[in-house]
């Protein structure tokens, strides 16, 4: 009886393993470095993606 739960379980970690090590190759491997540059920078953009920057003088000046 131990001998049928224990083959299930070991099966289903090794199917998650596979699976998570498969989701860090798609990450890591198949994507280009010119994609997580172009990616590290849309925090720092300005406005909206798309969208043309507002001029210096529609920007606040002091906070508070």
């Not at 994609?35 to 606040?60: H, L, V």
């Amino acid at each position: 009886m131990i001998e049928m739960l224990t083959d299930p379980r070991s099966l289903i970690t090794l199917i998650s393993f596979l699976t998570f090590a498969g989701i860090l190759w798609w990450t890591y491997v198949s994507h280009k470095p010119a994609d997580f540059t172009q990616a590290e920078m849309i925090p720092f953009a300005d406005g909206d993606i798309g969208q043309p920057a507002a001029d210096s003088s529609d920007k606040e000046t002091s906070h508070g």
